[in-house]
């Protein structure tokens, strides 16, 4: 080829190379830009899944006070007011619906408020009878535990509760409390030997000798008062909806901000809930908030059914975490820990708190199960049988307790709820167990160890044993499982 024939051919490449460039840019795509209807359509989704999001940690965190706020708000129906006490004359029945009571002993239940200044509780010495309690502010942390187990070792003694903001001298003789919140309120347990009417009307009378009165008063200026809750339905289960946060609510308009809890004022905001705000949501608002309070209750009970079997082999499980424990003793005061999910994880089941736990003839430990032998749920419609070994490791005593397991409250319209080893007519075998029934109806002949569950309910239950000895910690003593009766 001589090189006229091939410049030619190199003109011609050129030509063509060039045409499918140009006809490759006039076709090519667009760049991508911005779709007005698309972006709208993101941040709408975006925002809404940070409100979801937001409500629904605000939800966990928030589990303690809202618990607490029910009980206050269900005392309040029945009479009581601040710095009051609302107690029960007999042991709780069905119509008490705070979270897993405790059926066999007598609730005495200050509700104290330091907004005008210090308030004084007075425990009694334990000679005539036993006072085992907590006194908490208003997110349930424990300021001290009280009687034999707490700081007055059983002497009684005078526990001086300091609002937030004090500053004023403070008085000699006194167990000196200050709490991070203007309300809270004690759990206290007046324990009779029996539950026989004398043994009762005992505890009643030791509880009422507990006091409670504003430092500025004095002691003896002022008689406390007593409102008496037996035959009235309280009702303070955990309310999954909107009532959630109007509760939630409350507190952050009355308590001040906690400085671990700071990083929350902006997370609650902005879902509507500032410090001085009125609490309004519209409906889209309320539809979200309600779904991520479903979120927070399907997270705590899947938290809830993953507990670690206490002993191995079996279903009992003890759900209260051990970074719990710890806050507790310390008052949240550790930088480096703040168990929140393990708060809610109680709050949303029970209440109360303790700062001194551990083993001994003051202290309780709680059983749960929710499942038999056969790791199947427990149907109200069946029947079940509970062999409780002999020798129970206890310097007071133990019990059985059957609650509904969707709201962890007494199952309603029950006649009763728990046996224990202080029920006068429990039959115990001769060699020293116990057998404990629980179906919709009693085993011929055995009504004295029943207790009754409710058909086309789930249940669960808590096994107490109060003043619990080294057998239980060793696990040389076992609870076994509960057995469904065929």
């Known amino acids: 080829m001589n090189s006229r024939n091939w410049q030619a051919l190199r003109i011609m490449a050129i030509l063509i190379l060039t045409l499918i460039s140009g006809i490759a840019?006039?076709?090519?795509?667009?760049?991508?830009?911005?779709?007005?209807l698309s972006a709208e359509i993101g941040t709408q989704n975006l925002a809404s899944n940070i409100v979801r999001s937001r409500a629904m940690e605000s939800a966990l965190w928030g589990m303690s006070a809202v618990n607490y706020d029910a009980m206050y708000q269900a005392a309040l129906k029945v009479g009581m007011k601040d710095n009051q006490f609302i107690y029960w004359s007999k042991p709780c029945n069905w119509q008490n619906q705070f979270l897993t009571p405790n059926t066999d002993a007598l609730y005495f239940l200050p509700f104290y408020n330091t907004k005008a200044g210090p308030?004084?509780?007075?425990?009694?010495?334990?000679?005539?009878?036993?006072?085992?309690?907590?006194?908490?502010?208003?997110?349930?942390?424990?300021?001290?535990?009280?009687?034999?187990?707490?700081?007055?070792a059983g002497r009684g003694g005078k526990y001086l509760i300091l609002p937030p903001d004090y500053t004023g001298k403070v008085p000699l003789g006194y167990i000196v409390l200050r709490s991070s919140t203007y309300a809270g309120y004690a759990l206290l347990r007046?324990?009779?030997?029996?539950?026989?009417?004398?043994?009762i009307a005992k505890a009643v009378a030791y509880g009422k000798t507990i006091k409670l009165y504003p430092l500025a008063t004095g002691s003896n200026q002022r008689q406390s008062t007593f409102v008496d809750a037996s035959g009235q339905v309280l009702d303070a289960a955990i309310p999954y909806d909107l009532r959630f946060?109007?509760?939630?609510?409350?507190?952050?308009?009355?308590?001040?901000?906690?400085?671990?809890?700071?990083?929350?004022?902006?997370?609650?905001?902005?879902?509507?809930?500032?410090?001085?705000?009125t609490f309004s949501p519209d409906t889209s608002s309320k539809t979200l908030l309600i779904a991520a309070l479903a979120d927070a209750h399907a997270t705590l009970d899947k938290a809830y059914e993953s507990n670690p079997p206490y002993y191995r082999g079996k279903h009992w499980f003890w759900p209260i975490g051990a970074d719990l424990l710890k806050a507790w003793a310390s008052g949240f005061t550790d930088s480096n820990s703040y168990p929140i999910d393990q708060r809610a994880g109680l709050y949303y089941w029970g209440f109360s708190s303790g700062k001194r736990t551990g083993a001994g003839d003051q202290h309780q430990l709680y059983f749960f199960g929710d499942r038999d032998k056969d790791n199947n749920p427990l149907d109200g419609s069946k029947s079940y049988k509970l062999l409780v070994p002999a020798k129970v490791p206890v310097s007071q005593y133990w019990s059985a307790t059957a609650y509904n397991r969707a709201t962890h409250t007494l199952i309603r319209?029950?006649?009763?709820?728990?046996?224990?080893?202080?029920?006068?007519?429990?039959?115990?075998?001769?060699?020293?167990?116990?057998?404990?029934?629980?179906?919709?109806?009693?085993?011929?002949?055995?009504q004295s160890n029943w207790i009754p569950?409710?058909?086309?309910?789930?249940?669960?239950?808590?096994?107490?044993?109060?003043?619990?000895?080294?057998?239980?910690?060793?696990?040389?003593w076992v609870l076994p499982d509960v057995e469904e009766i065929k």
């Open 25 to 36: 840019c006039n076709h090519a795509p667009n760049p991508p830009g911005p779709n007005p």
């Open 119 to 152: 308030i004084v509780v007075e425990i009694p010495s334990a000679t005539n009878g036993t006072i085992v309690g907590t006194l908490m502010d208003c997110w349930q942390t424990p300021l001290e535990d009280v009687g034999p187990a707490g700081a007055d």
């Open 190 to 199: 007046s324990i009779p030997k029996t539950t026989s009417d004398q043994d």
């Open 245 to 277: 946060f109007e509760s939630l609510n409350r507190i952050i308009q009355t308590e001040p901000w906690i400085s671990r809890d700071r990083g929350f004022i902006d997370i609650v905001k902005s879902i509507g809930m500032g410090k001085g705000k």
């Open 413 to 446: 319209d029950m006649p009763y709820s728990s046996r224990s080893s202080l029920t006068r007519e429990l039959v115990t075998n001769d060699d020293g167990t116990v057998d404990i029934y629980f179906g919709p109806t009693a085993p011929e002949g055995k």
């Open 453 to 476: 569950t409710k058909a086309g309910e789930h249940f669960e239950i808590i096994f107490r044993l109060y003043g619990f000895g080294k057998a239980i910690i060793d696990k040389s």
